[in-house]
């Protein structure tokens, strides 16, 4: 056997040196269902078989990838263990201690034969997760918000599949333990450059779960992607941030789990502060403290720069967005903005307070040092 230096990995697999995770993962599943000594009975088969595996093992790992590519490229100084052959890839599942995978396994692990042949680039894992929500943005005018109005709405989701019933199983109801790592959802394979790694199934994907008869119209996920249409209905007096919810028209969950809603969200631009009226009010807002601090501590004369500069600039960003015609939505989120602003002014007022404090205080001090040494005490 070739030393693990003189091993192109990506050759074994048949990708690019460029090529993405998921492209090593699909060519790997490729290559093992081919290889797997159960199914090809080659006298070389087992040995191609632990090749592949390795190299899977090495590719898909982000870190070992990258010291395998340097040492490629001929940096001597990326590993420095034992290159020799003498330690054999090796494929075990976890869970199974140190079992031989190749003698009287039963089952095939990438997908089966006959009915359990999956769908290329599809994953066989069965993993129930509940769909999510699916949001979409509706802006509408000022008068139809007030009035309320109905739209129709065309959208792209995640629905049950049809041939399945959502379940990812054409015949059979149930999942069962995935064959390769046994129930585990994980992968111990002894690479020999890089030690005895620990993966995640490409299998169950970690779930420790297959489908048991995938099906061939969702490959086993149980839902597929599709157009869905929905009718919102838009209650008068809506302001823009508002939600409609519509129960169950989210996306579909895996494995026949529960189906997220459609959320409507309500926009009217004119009740949305521009950017140049957000940072208008946050400026006002930050000038607002230094301005009562002035008044109360009774140096305004030297808060002036302080305040002035902010002041000014949020009087002008906040005119240049026009406030004539605003509803009070509009001002409340203005309201938001100046709090926002007057918080973090607040804060540096509150420091710039206790300097000027501290400042006094040591100059009090200094002054009656000065008075009392001058008395010759």
């Given at each position: ?204 994907e970690g779930t420790g ?161 000065r008075n009392v040494t001058?008395?010759?005490?």
């Amino acid at each position: 056997m070739a030393s693990m230096n003189d091993k192109d990995y990506y050759a074994i697999l048949g990708v690019d040196e460029k090529a993405s995770i998921e492209e090593i993962r699909k060519a790997f599943q490729t290559k093992a269902r081919k290889l797997h000594p159960d199914v090809n009975k080659a006298p070389d088969a087992e040995e191609q078989f632990k090749e592949v595996s390795e190299a899977y093992a090495v590719l898909s790992d982000k870190d070992k990838r990258a010291r395998y590519d340097a040492m490629r490229s001929g940096n001597v100084f990326s590993y420095g263990g034992d290159t020799s052959a003498s330690q054999g890839g090796g494929y075990t599942g976890g869970g199974y201690g140190g079992y031989d995978p190749f003698g009287g396994f039963g089952g095939f692990p990438f997908g089966g034969m006959g009915t359990q042949q999956r769908r290329s680039g599809k994953s066989r894992a069965f993993n129930p997760k509940a769909g999510a929500d699916v949001v979409y943005q509706l802006d509408i005018d000022a008068d139809k918000a007030r009035e309320g109005c109905r739209r129709g709405v065309t959208y792209q989701r995640y629905a049950s599949c049809t041939n399945c019933g959502g379940s990812g199983s054409v015949h059979t109801e149930h999942s069962k333990a995935c064959p390769t790592c046994g129930g585990t959802g994980r992968l111990t394979v002894d690479t020999g450059l890089f030690g005895v790694m620990e993966m995640v199934c490409p299998e169950c994907e970690g779930t420790g779960r297959v489908v048991a008869d995938p099906c061939p119209t969702c490959g086993g996920s149980g839902r597929v992607l599709e157009a869905s249409e929905v009718v919102v209905d838009v209650p008068a007096n809506s302001h823009d941030g508002d939600e409609i919810r519509i129960s169950g028209k989210g996306n579909a969950g895996t494995n026949g789990s529960s189906t997220g809603d459609f959320v409507c969200r309500v926009g009217v631009p004119t009740e949305r502060l521009g950017r140049k009226s957000a940072m208008g009010f946050q400026l006002i807002g930050f000038a607002a403290p230094f301005l009562l601090m002035g008044i109360i501590m009774s140096i305004l004369s030297s808060m002036a720069f302080v305040i002035c500069v902010p002041l000014v600039l949020g009087v002008v960003f906040v005119l240049s967005d026009g406030i004539a015609k605003r509803n009070s939505v509009w001002w409340k989120n203005a309201g938001k903005a100046f709090v926002n602003g007057f918080s973090t002014g607040f804060m540096f007022a509150l420091f710039l307070g206790f300097m000027f404090s501290c400042s006094a205080r040591m100059g009090s001090a200094a002054t009656y040092t000065r008075n009392v040494t001058g008395m010759g005490v």
